[in-house]
Structure formats: structure tokens, C-alpha cells
């Protein structure tokens, strides 16, 4: 963690040296753009499987698919899935002007995750498959962590009804999410 942290740190001193330097008028080229842009993915890669392996992180959702493939763009800081050790909560708020369930125009399930699985392809995909007990509900989680960056899916089938839905977003580790709670069920 804390090399991926000092290489950040790194490429950005690099950068503002270069930029002190007289180079600051010189543009960089569309390679140098594309490696550095390359290693901080890899390195938000390497962070995010790490959150994932320490069951700590947070899945800020910006987008997301309905069981018969309508797609709405939504508020990251409130859809989510947040995993906590044993515990998770899987919150979805659309921005409509009904309440919902948890006072946001969604729903939201806290409870204990039982069935933490990962696995990889050969691909260096990350998937990891988990199910959430609340008080009222459940649901099984299929989580997928793309090679390279911290940008992951989840499907959340709730066990009480067939309403699939796959949120699009980030994976971060807790201490660098922003999200709001709502009421939970």
C-alpha cells in the first residue's frame, strides 16, 4: 500500500519538477499521457484488490442497469455497496420524488455477509460472489473488478424477487469513498 502510495507520489513530483524545469510549455506526448495513465490505473488496480482481499471497500456506482437493460446515470455517493468485514450495505437511491424505503427513493440493506468468495481469471480480472442477510431481505452479490483499473460491476439479486440490477462504478478503499447512508431496512 504504501508503495503504490510513494509511486503516486512519485510520478507527481516527477511531473512538477519536469513542469519547474522550462518544460511547462511542452506538452506531453499522447504516449507519455497513455503510460502515465496506465501505471496510476495499475496502481488503483493493485489497491482495489487489496481492499478487496482485506474485505474492506467501498463500490460507488455512477450508473445503473435494470433487469431489462434500461440504464439511468445516478449519484455515486448514494449507490453503493460498502463491505466491512462481515458486515455490508447495499444501498440504491434513484432521483425520483418519492421517498422510497430509505428516505433517498431507494432501498437500503445492511446486514452480514456470509459466502465471501474471489476468484481471478486469466485475464487478471478480479470476481468476488458474497451474500448479504438484513433484517427484512437478502441478496447475493456478483462482483467484477476489471484488469487495470478500479472500475467494477455489480449484480445484486435480492433472494425475495427477481428484479435483478447492475451497478457500474468505482471500487475504493473505505477511507477514500464518499457516501451517504439513507434508512436502512
Same mark, same amino acid.
Given at each position: ?9 512519485? &510520478?507527481?513530483? /516527477?511531473? *512538477? *519538477? ?9 506538452? =506531453?506526448?499522447? +504516449? $507519455?499521457? @497513455? ?10 488496480? #493493485?489497491?482495489?484488490?487489496? #481492499? ?12 445503473? $442497469?435494470? @433487469? ?7 449519484? *455515486? ?10 458486515? /455490508?450495505?447495499?444501498? %440504491? #437511491?434513484?432521483? &425520483? ?6 428516505? =433517498?427513493?431507494?432501498?437500503? =440493506?445492511?446486514?452480514? %455477509? ?7 481469471? @486469466? @485475464? ?20 467484477? =473488478?476489471?484488469?487495470?483499473?478500479? +472500475? /467494477? ?19 475504493? +478503499? ?6 451517504? +447512508?439513507?434508512?436502512?431496512?
Amino acid at each position: 500500500m504504501r508503495t503504490i502510495i510513494t509511486f503516486i507520489m512519485f &510520478v507527481a513530483a /516527477a511531473y *512538477a *519538477a519536469m513542469a519547474q524545469n522550462g518544460t511547462q510549455d511542452r506538452k =506531453l506526448s499522447k +504516449k $507519455e499521457r @497513455k503510460l502515465m495513465e496506465a501505471r496510476i490505473d495499475s496502481a488503483l488496480n #493493485a489497491e482495489a484488490v487489496q #481492499a478487496i482481499n482485506d474485505t474492506a471497500f467501498t463500490i460507488e456506482a455512477d450508473k445503473v $442497469e435494470f @433487469k431489462r437493460g434500461y440504464t439511468a446515470h445516478v449519484t *455515486a455517493s448514494t449507490n453503493f455497496v460498502a463491505v466491512s468485514g462481515s458486515n /455490508a450495505i447495499v444501498q %440504491v #437511491a434513484f432521483n &425520483v420524488p418519492v421517498s422510497g424505503f430509505n428516505g =433517498l427513493g431507494g432501498i437500503t =440493506l445492511e446486514g452480514i %455477509v456470509t459466502g465471501y468468495k474471489v476468484t481471478s481469471d @486469466k @485475464k487478471g480480472n478480479t470476481y468476488v460472489r458474497l451474500n448479504v442477510s438484513g433484517k427484512g431481505i437478502s441478496a447475493q452479490l456478483f462482483i467484477s =473488478l476489471w484488469k487495470d483499473a478500479n +472500475k /467494477a460491476t455489480v449484480s445484486i439479486q435480492p433472494n425475495f424477487n427477481s428484479n435483478k440490477l447492475t451497478l457500474s462504478g468505482m471500487l475504493w +478503499k473505505p477511507e477514500r469513498s464518499n457516501i451517504f +447512508k439513507g434508512t436502512t431496512f
